[in-house]
């Protein structure tokens, strides 16, 4: 069984620039989880997708969105980068939504804002 | 309160050795408390998790204990080997679909030989 991809790995983008992350959830989950990683503030959650829908938001501003397509693959956008955005971006797919069903992370996309 | 409190930030054990991690939660409604392993350049993996209906889960070398009244949980990884040298995060949620993972800060574990 294909685990969670995210693609790509590794970005590199500059102030005041756009980037779409994409996230492939395993086979038959529905679930998809978006996660921020520094190494200042750890693993912070940003947004939840169930079924095309967000179910649950984190303390992020509104340059940070998020969509999930009918297949459960998900993108998340983050509009007129600030440097602070340099971040392990994760994503995580599970079976229902909700923190406590298990979460099976992909590798995450490394962004760098310059 | 969401925040979830972990020490040491850092952490080396000798092989063969006890390794201990601590988590401390302030909401009361928490009850799933998992842990995660992360190694370098992977995502996290969930490696074991407890709800608050035990004291105690133990999976191989890897043991949970909670402590309700205190809001404590801990991870021990006993005859800890150098496979084990990863960074571990203790996470916390409650039953529901609108819930999330709120994580501590994580714990660098060094197992030396």
């Known amino acids: 069984k294909a685990g969670v991809t995210q693609t790509p790995r590794y970005l590199i983008k500059t102030r005041g620039q756009q980037v779409t992350l994409s996230c492939s959830p395993i086979?038959?989950?529905?679930?998809v989880s978006w996660y921020q990683q520094t190494p200042g503030q750890g693993l912070q959650f940003l947004f939840e997708y169930f079924s095309e829908t967000q179910r649950n938001k984190g303390n992020f501003p509104g340059r940070f969105s998020g969509r999930q397509f009918s297949n459960s693959r998900s993108e998340m956008n983050v509009s007129t980068l600030e440097l602070g955005d340099s971040a392990l971006y994760l994503c995580a797919s599970s079976l229902m939504p909700g923190g406590n069903t298990e979460a099976f992370f992909g590798q995450g996309t490394r962004l760098t804002v310059v | 309160q969401q925040q979830v409190k972990q020490s040491p930030q850092s952490l080396i054990v000798q092989k063969g050795g006890i390794s201990i991690i601590n988590c401390a939660y302030e909401?009361?409604?928490?009850?799933?408390f998992p842990w995660y392993q992360q190694f370098p350049g992977k995502g996290p993996a969930l490696l074991i998790a407890i709800r608050p209906d035990v004291s105690e889960k133990k999976e191989g070398r890897f043991t949970i204990s909670f402590n309700k009244s205190a809001k404590q949980f801990s991870l021990h990884i006993m005859d800890s080997q150098p496979g084990d040298s990863a960074t571990y995060f203790c996470?916390?949620?409650?039953?529901?679909?609108?819930?999330?993972?709120?994580f501590g800060t994580g714990t660098r574990l060094q197992v030396t030989l």
């Open positions: 909401n009361t409604a928490f009850d799933y």
């Open positions: 996470a916390a949620t409650f039953t529901g679909t609108a819930s999330k993972l709120t």
């Open positions: 086979s038959g989950h529905r679930s």
